[in-house]
């Protein structure tokens, strides 16, 4: 299983997601969701982000710290943390 499959498979536990997604599709489709869930359901944002454990105060200093927007911030962090899961799965695996 290749890399963005991988991602694909640990993100869909808590998203519906296409099966066929490239990694920047994937970002579009996760930043577009987290900006509605800041906007309409922030509390099953806060509950996604600890199920996949994304470091808090790390978010916290990323958006306090970027111009950028803060569903971008988001999904790069929630994916950054996947792909870490993912690799210290295949480091330990065997």
């Given amino acids: 299983m290749d890399d963005t499959n991988a991602l694909l498979k640990i993100i869909s536990k808590d998203f519906e997601l296409a099966d ?7 970002r579009e489709t996760l930043v577009t969701t987290f900006a509605y869930l800041i906007d309409a359901d922030f509390q099953k944002l806060l509950q996604i982000l600890y199920r996949a ?4 105060y790390k ?17 790069d962090a929630y994916i950054a943390r996947q792909k870490a899961k993912i690799e210290t799965w295949k480091k330990y695996s065997p």
Wanted: no cysteine; net charge negative.
């Fill in 20 to 26: 066929e997604l490239n990694e920047g599709q994937l």
């Fill in 53 to 56: 454990d994304v470091d808090q």
């Fill in 59 to 75: 978010l916290k200093e990323l958006l306090e710290n970027t111009n950028s927007n803060s569903a971008e911030v988001i999904a």
